[in-house]
């Protein structure tokens, strides 16, 4: 019988892929442990492009984790008390956790934060081991306006109009998001004057988003999912930040990635856009932008 690791990470996109560096960390550390990660089903078609999981098992938040007795359980996803407590009831062999280990660090890039808590328990982990391809650059500009919470939403207005800047200087613009963005990305393409077709939003599964920024030209979005995926692809970003800075969630430095960030921090869940971002002007970014892309 295989001998089983367990690694919680029950949350979303960006998540998961800065989780990239610490999943293939234990691939690497124990080769003949059949490696299950405990996460959101709708991320299945990510798995494959990892090259460190060979099963999943659907949990979205800390827990409860429908597993028994791993050999190890791994806290990809917080410090607790839930996904340690989750993770303590499955009654693995051992247990690698913030909050039975090592301390929560506090300012700490999200990527570094797993690679440390590996090699507190001897575990080597690179966290610059993040890329799941490198884009042929052939698709469109891909224009996402959409984010989580509205904090970290900068207006449509003002991505409608970085939209019509690179339609005219760099052409085939679209814009992308999940089914509820839909209407922002409508609204963005409607005053880019963008015909109807390069609306995405909704029309993409999580593959064909994948597919999509495997090969687009330039990204550009706040602080989301999609900026992680631009960095996983190696394809030109420009991120905007606020509220929480760069120095925590952001690209790595290099490779044409820019992070855009006012200096203010701020309340990520807010139901009002942060005024931080609020301070990144349309010229920064259709700057920032062309000179990624020259």
Same mark, same amino acid.
């Given at each position: 019988?295989?001998?089983?690791?367990?690694?919680?990470?029950?949350?979303?996109l960006g998540d998961l892929l800065t989780a990239v560096p610490a999943l293939r960390a234990l691939r690497q550390a124990f080769p003949g442990h059949r490696v299950t990660i405990a996460a959101p089903a709708s991320l299945a078609a990510l798995m494959p492009l990892i090259g460190a999981v060979d099963d999943q098992i659907d949990v979205s938040g800390p827990g409860p984790v429908p597993f028994d007795r791993p050999d190890i359980a791994v806290n990809l996803h917080g410090r607790g008390p839930q996904s340690v407590e989750a993770l303590r009831a499955t009654r693995p062999g051992r247990l690698i956790s913030y909050g039975a280990g090592p301390s929560w660090p506090e300012e700490v890039h999200e990527v570094r934060r797993w690679c440390d808590l590996l090699e507190w328990h001897g575990i080597k982990a690179d966290p610059d081991d993040l890329t799941l391809g490198v884009s042929? @650059?052939?698709? /469109?500009?891909?224009?996402?306006?959409? +984010? =989580?919470?509205?904090? #970290? @939403?900068?207006? /449509?207005?003002?991505?409608?109009?970085? +939209? =019509?800047?690179?339609? #005219?200087a760099l052409d085939d613009v679209v814009v992308t998001g999940c089914a509820a963005e839909a209407g922002i990305a409508r609204t963005v393409a409607g005053l880019a004057g963008l015909p109807p077709d390069r609306v995405l939003a909704g029309r993409t599964d999580l593959a064909g988003l994948v597919e999509?920024?495997?090969?687009?030209?330039?990204?550009?979005?706040?602080d989301t999912g999609v900026a992680h995926l631009a960095t996983a692809f190696c394809v030109p970003s420009v991120v905007l930040f606020g509220p929480v800075p760069p120095a925590l969630w952001g690209p790595p430095p290099g490779w044409r990635h820019v992070?855009?960030?006012?200096?203010?921090?701020?309340?990520?869940?807010?139901?009002?856009?942060?005024?931080?971002?609020?301070?990144?002007?349309?010229?920064?970014?259709?700057?920032?932008?062309?000179?990624?892309?020259?």
């Open positions: 019988m295989a001998l089983e690791l367990l690694a919680l990470r029950g949350l979303g042929d @650059r052939s698709g /469109p500009v891909v224009i996402h306006p959409g +984010a =989580a919470f509205p904090a #970290r @939403r900068w207006p /449509p207005e003002r991505f409608a109009r970085v +939209a =019509a800047a690179l339609d #005219r999509l920024v495997s090969r687009a030209r330039l990204v550009v979005s706040g992070a855009l960030w006012a200096g203010l921090r701020g309340d990520p869940h807010g139901r009002r856009v942060d005024p931080g971002l609020l301070q990144i002007e349309v010229s920064e970014v259709v700057e920032a932008a062309l000179e990624v892309t020259s």
